[in-house]
């Protein structure tokens, strides 16, 4: 699958939730590899924040990004109708410290976005692929997020309040493309009893019965009704009656839980790449998720990429005999055993290490250990696979190294490991050369990396 970014640009302007500000923010292409990125344009140099899970500061009802003195906050919404289309890049430009809160949902972002269109684009999608079981969980409140391991995304939300009005609810979304009919309207929500400790908190300044669920589930007198009314800027409404005070009906009978499953799904797009997984959340809230996704953002920081997924019962795209018809390599110099994974710009391939390979009764006799430089032959006849699959009659043409670089050990290899190798092209091939980044895994670690360029001949 490839990245995706707009094929257009498109604008929307509104009020801030908690500002109260006019704002305006405007949608744009970005190029491979550039992720979500927001720029104040009202602010000296026009400065830049990446929409990654590291510089959540806030979690007070929104997801607040602070890098600096550069601030954005209530951005889930956005990110959520970008994340669920598939858009990978996008630069989103704002006047103001906050996204506006439009009418609550992310409706009219989808809406834009299914106008201006969504064009491929020629890198390849980094997913973040959920190989166990990950939890995170607040004991205080019984909240907590697990990811399962999964083929694709899907995701469950179960909401739990103390009220007569809202008390259990679940939503779930087993297929992004359902987003904008199924999740995309589902507005923001506030209990009536809440909205003065957020006004004296500083917060709701722009909010209204038009932009949020409102939620009447505690009594109160008229007079205490029409003082919130006032303060809040909207008409006095008399309420005789629990349940939800809008004028507008609710979209869904459970849209508090689906509005949940939109916050999560924004939030998680923190994490910077898309998720193949299973997502469970119970009474999720902007700290749980932003949370869990800090956590995979440290795992994504401490190793460049992930290990491929290893299916040993899978059919491979290339066997031993397969790869024989492309490389010129035999006993014992013939380092892969299969292929399993190949895209425009990358390969996977596998080598099992056993006790019976010739090296082992010299290096070592009495501690075998595979020698470093057989990995790297190893990669680099993967990566050989890689260049060969785009010249016509491979069987007539061998690459050659010409240069290594950066490399680097980090792990014995012993018989008994299987190597999973992941060669990526770093530059397009040019000139019969290719520049190539390899890494080598022993399940989900890595074992060695290193850069090499190799050069494609037409045998003699």
């Known amino acids: 699958m490839k990245q995706q970014t707009l094929k257009g640009s498109f604008t929307v302007k509104g009020k ?61 919404h956005a990110l959520a109708a970008l994340y669920a289309a598939g858009i990978d890049n996008c630069l989103i430009q704002l006047n103001a410290p906050e996204m506006p809160i439009l009418d609550g949902s992310a409706a009219i972002y989808c809406k834009n976005i299914e106008e201006v269109g969504i064009e491929e684009q020629k890198a390849d999608k980094d997913f973040y692929i959920v190989k166990q079981k990950i939890e995170v969980r607040d004991d205080t409140t019984g909240a907590s997020i697990i990811a399962l391991p999964d083929d694709r995304f899907s995701i469950d939300v179960m909401v739990e309040f103390n009220s007569k009005v809202l008390a259990n609810q679940f939503a779930s979304l087993d297929n992004l493309a359902d987003f904008p009919k199924e999740i995309s309207a589902c507005r923001t929500f506030v209990f009536v009893r809440e909205i003065l400790p957020l006004v004296k908190a500083g917060l709701i300044k722009g909010g209204d019965l038009d932009n949020a669920i409102v939620i009447y589930d505690t009594p109160m007198e008229q007079d205490e009704l029409d003082t919130i009314a006032d303060t809040m800027g909207s008409p006095r409404k ?86 024989r018809h492309f490389l010129p390599h035999r006993y014992p110099f013939m380092m892969v055993d299969k292929i399993i994974e190949k ?54 043409y061998s690459t050659y190294f010409m240069k290594i670089d950066n490399v680097k050990f980090r792990q014995k290899v012993v018989p008994g490991d299987t190597l999973i190798f992941h060669v990526s092209f770093m530059t397009p091939l040019r000139r019969g050369c290719a520049m190539m980044k390899g890494y080598a895994f022993v399940g989900e670690k890595i074992v060695t990396e290193c850069e090499f360029m190799a050069q494609i001949v037409k045998n003699k």
């Open 16 to 76: 801030g939730l908690h500002t109260g500000l006019e704002i305006e923010a405007t949608f744009l292409p970005a190029p491979e590899n550039h992720g979500y990125k927001f720029q104040r344009v009202d602010l000296e140099g026009q400065p830049v924040i990446d929409a990654l899970a590291e510089y959540v500061t806030s979690t007070t009802r929104g997801t607040v990004l602070e890098r600096g003195d550069v601030k954005v906050s209530t951005v889930e």
């Open 343 to 396: 895209g425009e710009n990358y390969i996977v391939g596998i080598k099992n290490v056993t006790v019976n390979e010739p090296f082992f009764q010299g290096h070592f006799p009495q501690e075998p250990v595979m020698p470093g430089v057989l990995q790297v032959e190893a990669m680099a006849q993967t990566g050989g696979l890689l260049v060969l699959s785009s010249v016509e009659e491979p069987e007539k």
């Open 238 to 323: 008399q309420v005789n009656e629990f349940g939800y005070i809008n004028s507008r009906p609710l979209e869904f009978e459970n849209e508090p839980a689906r509005h949940k499953l939109l916050d999560v799904l924004g939030d998680i797009a923190l994490i910077g790449r898309p998720i193949l997984g299973r997502i469970i959340a119970t009474k999720p809230g902007h700290s749980l998720n932003t949370t869990f996704a800090k956590q995979i953002r440290k795992e994504i920081k401490r190793q460049d990429i992930q290990a491929p997924r290893y299916n040993p019962s899978a059919e491979p795209i290339m066997d031993v005999n397969q790869i």
